[in-house]
């Protein structure tokens, strides 16, 4: 069973960088047809997602936040991380890793949110000085 885990700091201050790690367990970020996305909640809103990063290494990324956000991998870790550079305190929201299957990295549901078949548990991201 493919399982996901989040970790990061809690709290990060304006203008300073996010990094997070998604820690995959169950299977490997390498297997055919997995894509492996960052997604957000801010406190009262919806899912927003943010990118993603496919079984062989090509990203997405939603234009909002390309400029600024970066999504990697590392195969032997077994791991997928996201930097985000320049925060602000409309950032602060709950992080969550999370993956589908799909046979065509062209997929619209990729760049859905609410498409994601796993998802860790989230971690809390406040933005504050």
């Known amino acids: 069973q493919v399982q996901l885990q989040e970790s990061g700091p809690g709290l990060v201050k304006p203008s300073q960088t996010l990094s997070l790690t998604c820690t995959v367990s169950g299977g490997s970020i390498t297997t055919a047809y997995f894509y492996w996305s960052w997604i957000r909640q801010p406190p009262g809103k919806g899912l927003e997602w943010m990118g993603a990063i496919g079984y062989d290494g090509s990203t997405y990324y939603s234009p909002s936040l390309k400029s600024h956000t970066s999504i990697s991998s590392d195969n032997a870790k077994n791991t997928v991380s996201l930097q985000m550079n320049s925060l602000k305190p409309e950032d602060t929201a709950v992080y969550y890793c999370?993956?589908?299957?799909?046979?065509?990295?062209?997929?619209?549901?990729?760049?859905?949110?609410?498409?994601?078949?796993?998802w860790g548990q989230g971690t809390q991201v406040t933005v504050s000085s």
């Open positions: 999370a993956a589908l299957i799909d046979s065509f990295a062209t997929c619209a549901r990729i760049y859905d949110a609410y498409e994601y078949e796993y």
